[in-house]
């Protein structure tokens, strides 16, 4: 069974389509990273899944519960990080963990230990008696993440978890993601952010216009994209053509070019399997190799191979 | 019903430390009853003590100005971002709203408490029964007041501004054209035809009766009993039908 299964699921607003016949799968104690540009349709599934709207039509289960016809009960299963931390602007972030975990279900004898703990670790401790409205951007959006990892549910939900974090704030949400998994969560995680994809993904699902365009780990990914590693040569080579010619014929090349008789790049895919190759052809040439730098591409160039688009988009959600 | 409670108590919370808004609701009222109330009533001849007529009229209008609130409320909450939060907790839709309408009728409670018991006290020589009547009727009015705001929210879904300048509007016909300051007898027939149509002249009509004012300047209370259970059944009906079906359609977090 799957954590979470969705089969045709359409959403639409008036005449836009968010969601078009959308299926999609996240396993049971994965994190899956919905990668998309504004206006994909990432939030309005979450929003889908979280029972917030109703799809247009279609079909979708949190832990074989239907989120239609049981969503209550699929709310009992899931907890949500929404993209913006809006609301209870007079109360304190003590007080809404306080709050969110006691209506959650956390264990009163649990609740405050849990709350400092995450509260210290998001460094949100010395502002927890500050009213929420004199939080800054990022303390507030650290308080929005911090009601799941208070609540710590099965199936979380954390639409741009760090998005307005800086650096350091991001790894500590993105640590805390990490530990929720380690404790059994499934968890989805919607975001723009390529860097944030790389480091939480077990699968990525790239959405475009609504539909899901590929869904797979981040390396088959990045190996699926022809040419998409670039490999970076500096040789001493008695013949130097004769010796591009045979790097062009190896397996996996898809261009060779040369900025001197001494500097190779070769595009090629999947880096790991040319290279070894790509050393025996300089040792038959006896060639020498001076330096090798490997760059692979970046999950915005999986999207931009994918849809022929940059990731960062202009509508909106 | 514990999570129903610990949202009532979470939303109220604030409003209570301190509770310089409910406490300036009183001051309000008793300033008016004291000064504008005691003048008034000297110029006012044909009812009796208008003073009385004038306390019950400012209960009524508090009870309008939060059932209005209460509206209004749920409207901000989808427009904060506070909505899809409340949403997505893991408790049902219809305890969801149970939870919103006993806030609203604790925040009523909580500002009414002193203006009526003020007015009842200039009133004076009053049953249990009337007392408790009065009570139920002002809550109804309230629910009904409040199911007219939910039930036009879904212009603030397309509009805000827009929402506002038709409450305000709204807010200010309904008062007006009613019974809650002048007696319907009274009413010019241009004037008393227009206040047929406010909930707030039945709502403060059988107040008056409960509280045993003169019925001959009053509407038939069994009218104005049917029409305040109607009007608060129905608009709070159509209101929450109505939010359900909008508050699906809020896209945005």
């Known amino acids: ?317 | 019903m514990s999570n129903i409670l610990r949202l009532v108590w979470f939303d109220l919370k604030p409003e209570l430390k301190p509770p310089v808004w409910i406490v300036a609701e009183w001051a309000v009222f008793s300033v008016q009853v004291g000064i504008y109330g005691a003048m008034i009533s000297q110029l006012v001849t044909g009812i009796g003590n208008y003073s009385q007529f004038f306390a019950v009229g400012l209960v009524i209008m508090i009870t309008f100005d939060m059932g209005s609130h209460m509206g209004r409320h749920f409207v901000e909450h989808a427009h904060e971002g506070r909505l899809p939060y409340l949403l997505s907790l893991p408790i049902s839709r219809s305890k969801l709203f149970l939870a919103i309408t006993l806030q609203g009728g604790t925040e009523l409670a909580l500002m009414l408490a002193v203006p009526l018991t003020v007015t009842l006290l200039i009133i004076g020589n009053l049953t249990w029964i009337s007392v408790i009547a009065c009570v139920l009727t002002l809550f109804l009015l309230g629910f009904g007041v409040a199911g007219l705001m939910l039930a036009l929210s879904f212009i603030a879904f397309k509009s805000s501004d827009l929402y506002t300048a038709i409450v305000t509007g709204l807010s200010t016909i309904i008062i007006r054209f009613s019974t809650v300051l002048y007696p319907f007898i009274f009413l010019p027939p241009q004037y008393a035809s227009a206040a047929a149509f406010s909930p707030l002249t039945y709502g403060s009509d059988l107040i008056r009766f409960f509280l045993g004012f003169d019925p001959s300047i009053l509407l038939n209370p069994y009218y104005a009993v049917s029409v305040v259970v109607a009007l608060a059944i129905s608009t709070l009906g159509l209101g929450l039908f109505l939010v359900q079906r909008l508050v699906e359609g809020v896209k945005s977090a």
Request: aromatic share 6%; hydrophobic share 40%; proline share 3%.
């Open chain 1, 1 to 317: 069974m799957y954590a979470v299964e969705t089969k045709d699921l359409t959403k639409r607003y008036g005449k836009t389509l968010a969601l078009r016949n959308l299926d999609f799968t996240i396993d049971e104690n994965e994190i899956m990273v919905l990668l998309g540009p504004n206006g994909s349709g990432k939030t309005t599934l979450l929003l889908i899944l979280a029972t917030i709207l109703k799809p247009t039509s279609g079909h979708a289960e949190v832990m074989g519960v239907n989120v239609i016809t049981q969503s209550t009960r699929v709310r009992q299963i899931l907890g949500i990080a929404f993209q913006e931390a809006r609301g209870f602007w007079r109360h304190k972030p003590a007080d809404i963990l306080r709050f969110h975990a006691s209506v959650c279900g956390v264990p009163k004898a649990e609740r405050d230990t849990l709350i400092q703990n995450v509260l210290t670790d998001l460094e949100l401790w010395d502002a927890r008696n500050k009213l929420f409205m004199h939080l800054s951007g990022g303390q507030a959006k650290r308080l929005e993440v911090a009601k799941v990892f208070v609540h710590r549910p099965k199936f979380a939900i954390l639409d741009e978890p760090s998005s307005q974090v800086d650096l350091r704030g991001k790894r500590k949400i993105w640590a805390q993601i990490r530990r929720l998994q380690e404790e059994g969560s499934t968890i989805l995680v919607a975001t723009n952010e390529v860097r944030e994809a790389e480091y939480l993904a077990d699968r990525v699902t790239v959405l475009d216009e609504g539909r899901s365009v590929v869904c797979d780990t981040v390396g088959k990914l990045k190996d699926s994209i022809t040419g998409g590693d670039i490999v970076e040569l500096e040789i001493e080579a008695p013949k130097p053509e004769i010796l591009k010619q045979a790097l062009g014929q190896l397996e996996g090349t898809v261009k060779i070019t040369n900025s001197s008789s001494s500097r190779f790049k070769a595009y090629v895919s999947m880096a790991e399997s040319w290279v070894p190759r790509m050393t025996d052809t300089c040792y038959q040439s006896k060639a020498r190799i001076l330096s090798i730098r490997v760059t692979e591409p970046s999950l915005d160039d999986v999207f931009l191979h994918f849809t022929g688009k940059a990731l960062k988009g202009t509508s909106n959600e």
